[in-house]
């Protein structure tokens, strides 16, 4: 059986001291490394939640794929916690890559957030599959945040005053956006974190660390919101180690998830793909199937914007049996939003990933469910509701039904004026490529400007 290393490491310092296996760095042979990596009882599994790649190129490395590219290099190192030297690879890996690797026209900030999405992907590998506790070194997409008093003793009073201050502040998120409570969610945070040095029986602390994963999310989805993603990066990995230490699989779910949904706005879905591959492993721990169900609908969309329509069916399928399975009175807190309204939000956002690709068989079946999701919302989800607006509008101009597009568009920039969030200008992003298209229409022309001003103006 395999030993964590102090490190955060599958294995204990020793193993890579190994003669074979300082070999085998040299080298650089991945596949002979990951070969002594199991007969150190390493799973497959491990190895790709540790160096963020998918079981099936672990799989594939282990037949003897060759591995040869820089950061893949760096990446594997990092993530299995050996040092960089022993592969002959400089430490400063961003610097390396940028030097040696970089494309004509790339940009050195947006190479700076591909590192730092990989850190972050190799962190939640790591503490979702228990490779990682507190203490470990964090990476400098993490950040610090200032410190107030607290009180020297605690109650599970104090830590549902926590609970009820993080669900008035989320669901202020959900009705006018992260602009309108990321700053109170964090000054919450910096005031709450303060409580883990306060005396406490065994029983509030476990609550407490419940309580801490759940504002930390918060304060990272809000971050998220507000196209903050230093922040969001630092404040998800928290709320994961959080979630861990106190031994809440659906909240570690949750977690992922949200993580999972930041890079498929960002148009990364197979790194979403892998963060919420991680999330289902701790989602079926968890014996939720809500949670369950909440993680395969969003594979479903990372596999819509992979245009892969098989993978697609079989993960709606498998959304709407867990769906039907699930007790919904029962399940956890923070998954209670996934509702049949929510399912069909869902659904229409991969036929609408789906539509990029083949619109004349999708765009219907889009317009078909964020339909149904858009005659349901309330006032208590606008932000959800802009953007369901939005692509069921996109989906009608897709099917040919330009002047129901132009209408339903119109809707989506009306509520969007009242949400607080940078997210609404990117997720309105393709209206105005699909009425743009519509060069012999004047009305789609005039509306293509109009949403191209609105964009620009909340972009600011």
Same mark, same amino acid.
């Given at each position: 059986?395999?030993?964590?290393?102090?490190?955060?490491?599958?294995?204990?310092?020793?193993?890579?001291?190994?003669?074979?296996?300082?070999?085998?760095?040299?080298?650089?042979?991945?596949?002979?490394?990951?070969?002594?990596?199991?007969?150190?009882?390493?799973?497959?599994?491990?190895?790709?939640?540790?160096?963020?790649?998918?079981?099936?190129?672990?799989?594939?490395?282990?037949?003897?794929?060759?591995?040869?590219?820089?950061?893949?290099?760096?990446?594997?190192?990092?993530?299995?916690?050996?040092?960089?030297?022993?592969?002959?690879?400089?430490?400063?890996?961003?610097?390396?890559?940028?030097?040696?690797?970089?494309?004509?026209?790339?940009?050195?900030?947006?190479?700076?957030?591909?590192?730092?999405?990989?850190?972050?992907?190799?962190?939640?590998?790591?503490?979702?599959?228990?490779?990682?506790?507190?203490?470990?070194?964090?990476?400098?997409?993490?950040?610090?945040?200032?410190?107030?008093?607290?009180?020297?003793?605690?109650?599970?009073?104090?830590?549902?005053?926590?609970?009820?201050?993080?669900?008035?502040?989320?669901?202020?998120?959900?009705?006018?956006?992260?602009?309108?409570?990321?700053?109170?969610?964090?000054?919450?945070?910096?005031?709450?974190?303060?409580?883990?040095?306060?005396?406490?029986?065994?029983?509030? +602390?476990?609550?407490? &660390?419940?309580?801490? $994963?759940?504002?930390? *999310? /918060? @304060?990272?989805?809000?971050?998220?919101? !507000? =196209?903050?993603?230093?922040?969001?990066?630092?404040?998800?990995? +928290?709320?994961?180690? &959080?979630?861990?230490? $106190?031994?809440?699989? *659906? /909240? @570690?779910?949750?977690?992922?998830?949200? !993580? =999972?949904?930041?890079?498929?706005?960002?148009?990364?879905?197979?790194?979403?793909?892998?963060?919420?591959?991680?999330?289902?492993?701790?989602?079926?721990?968890?014996?939720?199937?809500?949670?369950?169900?909440?993680?395969?609908?969003?594979?479903?969309?990372?596999?819509?914007?992979?245009?892969?329509?098989?993978?697609?069916?079989?993960?709606?399928?498998?959304?709407?049996?867990?769906?039907?399975?699930?007790?919904?009175?029962?399940?956890?807190?923070?998954?209670?939003?996934?509702?049949?309204?929510?399912?069909?939000?869902?659904?229409?956002?991969?036929?609408?990933?789906?539509?990029?690709?083949?619109?004349?068989?999708?765009?219907?079946?889009?317009?078909?469910?964020?339909?149904?999701?858009?005659?349901?919302?309330?006032?208590?989800?606008?932000?959800?509701?802009?953007?369901?607006?939005?692509?069921?509008?996109?989906?009608?101009?897709?099917?040919?039904?330009?002047?129901?597009?132009?209408?339903?568009?119109?809707?989506?920039?009306?509520?969007?004026?009242?949400?607080?969030?940078?997210?609404?200008?990117?997720?309105?992003?393709?209206?105005?490529?699909?009425?743009?298209?519509?060069?012999?229409?004047?009305?789609?022309?005039?509306?293509?400007?109009?949403?191209?001003?609105?964009?620009?103006?909340?972009?600011?």
């Amino acid at each position: 059986m395999n030993t964590i290393g102090s490190n955060g490491s599958l294995v204990t310092p020793e193993v890579w001291e190994g003669r074979e296996m300082r070999q085998a760095l040299a080298n650089r042979d991945i596949s002979d490394i990951y070969k002594l990596l199991r007969k150190h009882g390493v799973s497959q599994r491990q190895i790709a939640a540790a160096t963020g790649q998918s079981q099936s190129e672990v799989s594939e490395i282990l037949k003897g794929r060759q591995v040869i590219a820089y950061d893949v290099l760096a990446r594997i190192a990092d993530g299995l916690g050996v040092p960089r030297g022993y592969m002959g690879l400089a430490y400063d890996g961003a610097k390396a890559v940028r030097a040696t690797e970089q494309e004509p026209g790339g940009s050195p900030a947006e190479e700076d957030e591909t590192v730092k999405r990989r850190k972050f992907l190799t962190h939640a590998a790591a503490v979702a599959m228990g490779a990682s506790v507190f203490g470990a070194e964090e990476g400098d997409w993490l950040m610090s945040s200032a410190q107030t008093p607290a009180p020297s003793r605690i109650g599970m009073t104090d830590v549902q005053q926590i609970q009820a201050a993080t669900k008035a502040l989320r669901d202020l998120d959900y009705r006018h956006g992260g602009g309108t409570c990321r700053d109170a969610v964090v000054a919450q945070l910096n005031w709450a974190r303060q409580l883990l040095h306060a005396d406490c029986t065994e029983q509030v +602390k476990q609550r407490l &660390f419940v309580s801490l $994963a759940d504002m930390h *999310s /918060l @304060a990272g989805w809000t971050s998220f919101d !507000m =196209g903050l993603m230093d922040p969001a990066r630092s404040h998800f990995g +928290k709320a994961l180690q &959080f979630a861990k230490q $106190a031994n809440d699989d *659906s /909240l @570690a779910a949750n977690v992922l998830y949200r !993580m =999972g949904r930041v890079y498929l706005h960002y148009q990364q879905p197979n790194e979403a793909l892998k963060l919420f591959q991680l999330g289902q492993i701790a989602a079926q721990d968890s014996g939720s199937s809500l949670t369950v169900a909440v993680m395969c609908a969003n594979e479903g969309w990372a596999y819509g914007m992979l245009n892969r329509p098989d993978q697609v069916g079989k993960m709606l399928g498998r959304t709407q049996d867990e769906f039907a399975r699930a007790e919904h009175n029962q399940e956890p807190d923070w998954v209670k939003f996934f509702d049949q309204n929510d399912l069909h939000g869902m659904t229409g956002s991969v036929y609408d990933a789906l539509a990029e690709f083949t619109p004349e068989r999708y765009a219907p079946l889009a317009v078909a469910e964020t339909l149904k999701s858009n005659q349901s919302y309330g006032d208590d989800m606008q932000r959800s509701h802009v953007f369901m607006l939005g692509m069921q509008a996109t989906n009608h101009m897709r099917s040919g039904d330009v002047q129901q597009g132009i209408k339903v568009g119109r809707q989506a920039l009306e509520l969007g004026s009242l949400v607080k969030s940078a997210r609404v200008p990117d997720r309105l992003r393709p209206l105005q490529l699909e009425a743009a298209k519509h060069t012999m229409n004047p009305d789609a022309r005039d509306f293509a400007e109009q949403v191209r001003t609105f964009r620009e103006a909340r972009s600011v």
